[in-house]
């Protein structure tokens, strides 16, 4: 199945492009997915941890399934708003 | 979207939620919210400032996932909803190069009395920090460019 891939912000930068297209097996899960662009795009490894994951513009859990033409986007921490978020 | 746009909205539409690559006027939800019904509009404006962490910032260019980030707004527009039953609440979030001193986000809440106003626009601006897809990145003067990516 083909999956499309949403990036954002540092995310965007580490995978070099706003979206890229990857085939994936058919019940591959989200957090499976995210793997793959792990091993693809190296960059991507630091943000393991903090990265939301959406399928089709709704946060989805890394054990929701995906479905052939679904939307995935990796979303790092948001900043949006005005004043920044106080370093913890 | 400008202010004097906005004002043709004013009566016809209950809720704004919107991404916007132009610049935000400090009133240009105002107009939009006050209906005669209406004793308080509360609006919050976040605005780029100078510096970060001790730092100075030239400027800030925002990104959002656009589609998702209007949904997103919508949720924290119901969510105001079904906690205060305030049916008057408008967002809009810029994107793209910000200038120090422009607005990145101007909520705008419209009630009866003030109170609940105050609240639920404290509580708007709060949650579009959690959920609404939207980035950040510092232009500092010392040359660096940083996404401002911190955990809440």
Redesign the interface.
């Known amino acids: 199945m083909r999956i499309i891939v ?1 990036c ?3 995310c ?2 580490a995978v070099g492009a706003a979206s890229v297209e990857v085939d994936l097996p058919a019940g591959t899960t989200v957090g499976e997915a995210f793997a793959e662009l792990v091993d693809s795009y190296p960059g991507l490894a630091s943000y393991d941890r ?1 990265v939301m994951l ?1 399928v089709n ?3 989805a859990d890394r054990q929701s399934v995906l479905a052939d033409g679904d939307e995935l ?1 990796c ?11 106080p ?2 | 979207m400008s202010g004097r746009a906005d004002s043709t909205l004013r009566g016809t539409i209950k809720r704004v939620y919107k991404i916007t690559s132009e610049h935000i006027e400090p009133d240009a939800l105002f107009e939009w919210s006050l209906k005669p019904h209406h004793g308080a509009v509360v609006t919050f404006a976040g605005t780029v400032r100078d510096h970060s962490d001790g730092r100075r910032t030239l400027r800030l260019e925002y990104e959002a996932y656009a589609e998702m980030a209007e949904a997103k707004m919508r949720e924290v527009g119901e969510e105001i909803r079904e906690k205060w039953g305030i049916e008057d609440v408008a967002m809009i979030h810029r994107v793209g190069t910000l200038e120090i001193g422009e607005i990145s986000i101007l909520i705008s809440v419209a009630t009866p009395h003030r109170k609940n106003a105050f609240e639920a626009c404290s509580y708007a601006i709060d949650r579009v920090k959690q959920i609404v897809p939207v980035w950040k990145k510092e232009i500092r003067a010392d040359g660096e460019r940083e996404w401002v990516e911190r955990n809440s």
């Open positions: 949403k954002f912000a540092g965007k930068d903090s959406a513009r709704e946060y986007a979303i790092p921490p948001v900043s949006g708003g005005a004043e920044s978020h370093r913890r």
